[in-house]
């Protein structure tokens, strides 16, 4: 059995306090701005909202049920370290969403931080967003409607923002003939700013420029981008379709920050190069998800091709 390192425990740790600085960040969104606005949107707070128009049941007590009942199905479907990091949002979300509505309740200066719905919508959309990706990004779930679409990513990868925002839209849908078609627009707002940032988030820090450079004279370019910019990089073997030529195409994956600089590095050393970039989504490996390891120059300049870090 694999005891866990001390470095995987402060790991584990750490991504939980995140976790639950997120679920208050969700949790603050819906206490201070669209609970008391009353404004309708989708989700498992969304559907307690109509629940409690209709019932009277307390938003709080619902969302504890509820999010119980999808434990159980993301246990079966997403596993038990699902289940286990869940459990964390499925009793930590009502608790605050309870303490910060009575905060907000019985505390004057905070009761009504605007008079207009529209920043509610908005700034409730920004933390709810912003405590849900993070929540998410570390592999956990603020439990209730945020299970069924984690399982359509793993079963069938659809984005996870695409299927809130047809879960969100269809709870709205469903609620209103029971509420004024301007409130309607409100949630409708709320659920393009949450899922909007929520993408955002997921994406945040991962997102990489991949560059392809095409020259006539690469052993220069390579140097530079080793020695100054401090990136591996691979050498792949091409021909020209024109000349047919065999040429070298250098490949080297740098961050958004990082793209001008090579792009000066590459045009001083050879003005004619061709460069292509692209956008990819996520890099893993050495340099990136892992720690760099520098290796001698010489044992770099003798390889045949360029170590990736």
């Known amino acids: 059995m694999h005891k866990p390192t001390k470095a995987e425990v402060m790991r ?41 128009r209709l019932t009277g049941l307390s938003v709080s007590i619902f969302v504890l049920g509820f999010n119980i009942v999808m434990l159980v199905v993301g246990f079966i479907f997403l596993g038990k370290k699902f289940a286990f990091t869940t459990i964390v949002s499925t009793f930590t979300y009502p608790i605050c969403l ?10 004057e200066a ?63 849908l469903g609620q209103a003939i029971l509420i004024p078609p301007e409130m309607l627009l409100y949630g409708v707002i709320l659920v393009i700013t949450y899922t909007t940032v929520l993408n955002k988030v997921l994406l945040l ?13 690469p052993e220069p370019i390579r140097q530079a981008i080793i ?5 591996g990089l691979t050498i792949l073997r091409a021909e020209g379709g024109y000349s047919q030529e065999d040429r070298q195409v250098l490949l080297v994956v740098v961050s958004n920050r990082e793209l001008h600089q090579l792009e000066r590095i590459v045009k001083n050393i050879d003005p004619e190069s061709f460069v292509i970039v692209s956008e990819v989504r996520e890099v893993s490996g050495r340099g990136f998800s892992l720690t760099k390891e520098h290796k001698s120059t010489q044992s770099e300049g003798n390889s045949a091709s360029a170590n990736v870090k």
């Open 227 to 231: 020695g100054h910019l401090d990136r």
């Open 205 to 217: 820090g991962g997102s990489k420029m991949e560059v392809k450079i095409i020259s006539r004279n």
């Open 110 to 172: 905070f009761s009504h931080l605007t008079n207009d719905r529209l920043l509610a919508a908005l700034f409730g959309g920004m933390l709810t967003g912003l405590g849900l990706g993070i929540v998410m990004r570390l592999g956990g779930s603020t439990g209730g409607m945020d299970i069924p679409p984690l399982i359509l990513n793993k079963y069938f990868k659809i984005p996870v923002s695409v299927s809130l925002n047809v879960f969100d839209i269809c709870i709205l």
């Open 12 to 52: 584990e740790a750490r991504d939980y306090i995140f976790i639950t600085l997120g679920l208050f960040s969700y949790a603050l969104g819906w206490a201070a701005f669209l609970i008391p606005y009353q404004i309708t949107t989708g989700g498992t707070t969304g559907i307690a909202l109509l629940v409690n």
């Open 98 to 107: 309870e303490l910060f509505g009575q905060i907000f309740l019985k505390i």
